[in-house]
């Protein structure tokens, strides 16, 4: 067998492995209906192929060796346990809220056509999950690409309520032999609250300018571990394996680059790229990168993930070659960094081109330079005291962000992915000092969809608006 067909057949052997991953770990009790008070929607197809079951939970979280805190996560795991399913497929998760405050779970990545209901958005889909109930979620695992599940209320995705959500492709566009999730994240000690700084990142320190921003963290963790005793990947020379990247941290934006390894970017947020090799690329809260990595170089290397903004200590996992002897060689981090305009789709992006049926402006601004010190805005408001963004079905809608604040800002649509220059993203972060950035969407999803910072204490603070589809 060629290598070419051994990787095909590897491929599909390792979607056949999933699929009966997931139906082992399909743990719904068949108590755990849909709720009966008429409240919530009824799911609407018969039998999902994939059913999970989550419970948000108060338990310990161990990040190193001799440290752990006591934190709130799903199921006791952080990060937390992988919800996974093959494009198409119908999924249902019934989440279980044993934390002492209401919740929600936000599907960050899926678009759910037809099923706003499912979004996870407190006062907007839905109304929150209270403590001792449960919420059945359903929804279509579409598109394809590494996502990832949070809570969406309040402040919670800063204690450990979040994990990998995986739509594997049917037929993926690149040839690899395994593939390995890292979820990026700050470590926080203490109970998130909403801080006032001179400016992560903005090099605005010292100014006295108060921003509403995150407390500092204590360390970078990957796959919820310190650097002392880091996630490793396992690898073999000669393979490529695919690393599915997921910035998960509420405030930072990290760079990532492999010691002595290149990093081919083969899709963002989801949707397939034509591969592109860089040695670093960065990654915002919310975004998700896959990179296929080649074996070429033996020995046991860093993945580094340094916080871009603030000089927090950086993370990382080990990329481990099966004939090393374990220890962690220096090598050396190319400067190639990825930009958006490397970027380039592999399905056609025609119907999100042309001229706008409708064009929206929208300023980001906050702390002292637009707003009262103690918020993030959109064009002089803070959510929820904002007016909603009307679009009507069917309308190919223009976003034209301009960013007057310091601090860049991740900007996340939900229920649809976007074209920014000549890919689909669902999250793009918009540079600080007077950055633009333009999205285009096609209108075709008909719903309340938040729209909003992923710079969790940005959102908190106002950086957030509601995009209502009209009714006629
Ligand atoms: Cu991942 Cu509204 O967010
Ligand atoms: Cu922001």
């Not at 996340?412 to 918009?430: C, S, Y």
Request: a negative charge.
């Amino acid at each position: 067998m060629d290598t070419l067909s051994r990787r095909r057949l590897l491929t599909y052997s390792a979607i056949a492995a999933g699929t009966g991953l997931a139906g082992c770990v399909g743990r719904i009790r068949e108590s755990a209906g849909s709720p009966t008070d008429g409240e919530f929607p009824e799911p609407r197809y018969g039998d999902p192929d994939r059913e999970y079951h989550l419970t948000a939970t108060e338990s310990e979280v161990t990040v190193a060796p001799d440290e752990s805190h006591s934190d709130w996560t799903y199921d006791g795991e952080y990060p937390g346990p992988e919800i996974r399913a093959v494009e198409g497929e119908r999924v249902r998760v019934a989440v279980e809220n044993d934390l002492p405050e209401e919740t929600t779970v936000h599907w960050h990545g899926l678009v759910l056509d037809g099923d706003n209901a499912m979004d996870g958005v407190p006062g907007v889909t839905q109304a929150a999950i209270e403590p001792g109930d449960e919420f059945v979620y359903e929804f279509d695992a579409e598109p394809a690409g590494t996502h990832w599940y949070h809570s969406h209320v309040g402040l919670q995705l800063d204690r450990e309520l979040l994990g990998p959500l995986i739509i594997e492709e049917r037929e993926p566009h690149v040839e690899y032999d395994s593939e390995f999730t890292l979820i990026l994240d700050e470590h926080l000690l203490g109970e998130p609250r909403v801080v006032s700084s001179g400016g992560r990142g903005g090099g605005m320190g010292g100014m006295g300018g108060g921003f509403p921003d995150a407390p500092p963290a204590e360390g970078t963790l990957v796959n919820g571990l310190l650097p002392e005793e880091p996630a490793t990947v396992d690898i073999e020379a000669g393979d490529r394996i695919r690393l599915r990247l997921i910035n998960a941290a509420a405030a930072a934006t990290y760079r990532v680059g492999i010691d002595n390894h290149e990093l081919m970017v083969t899709h963002t947020d989801g949707p397939a790229v034509d591969p592109v090799a860089v040695d670093t690329l960065d990654i915002g809260m919310g975004e998700r990168y896959d990179v296929i990595v080649e074996a070429d170089s033996p020995g046991t290397w860093p993945i580094r993930v340094t916080p871009v903004d603030s000089s927090e200590p950086a993370g990382r996992a080990l990329l481990a070659y099966e004939q090393s002897d374990g220890t962690v060689s220096e090598g050396k981090v190319g400067s190639r960094r990825l930009q958006l305009s490397d970027l380039i789709a592999v399905d056609s992006l025609e119907t999100y081109r042309g001229t706008p049926d409708r064009t929206v402006d929208l300023t980001l601004s906050g702390g002292h330079m637009g707003g009262r010190g103690d918020e993030w805005t959109i064009n002089g408001q803070a959510y929820p005291d904002s007016d909603p963004i009307y679009i009507e079905e069917g309308e190919h809608v223009r976003f034209r962000m301009l960013n007057r604040s310091p601090m860049r800002h991740p900007m996340h649509l939900h229920g649809h992915h976007f074209r920014v220059g000549d890919v689909l993203k669902d999250t793009v972060v918009v540079p600080g000092h007077m950055g633009q950035v333009t999205i285009d969407f096609v209108a075709e999803n008909p719903g309340m969809w938040f729209f909003h910072c992923h710079h969790l204490y940005h959102m908190e603070t106002g950086m957030a608006r509601e995009v209502r589809y009209r009714h006629e």
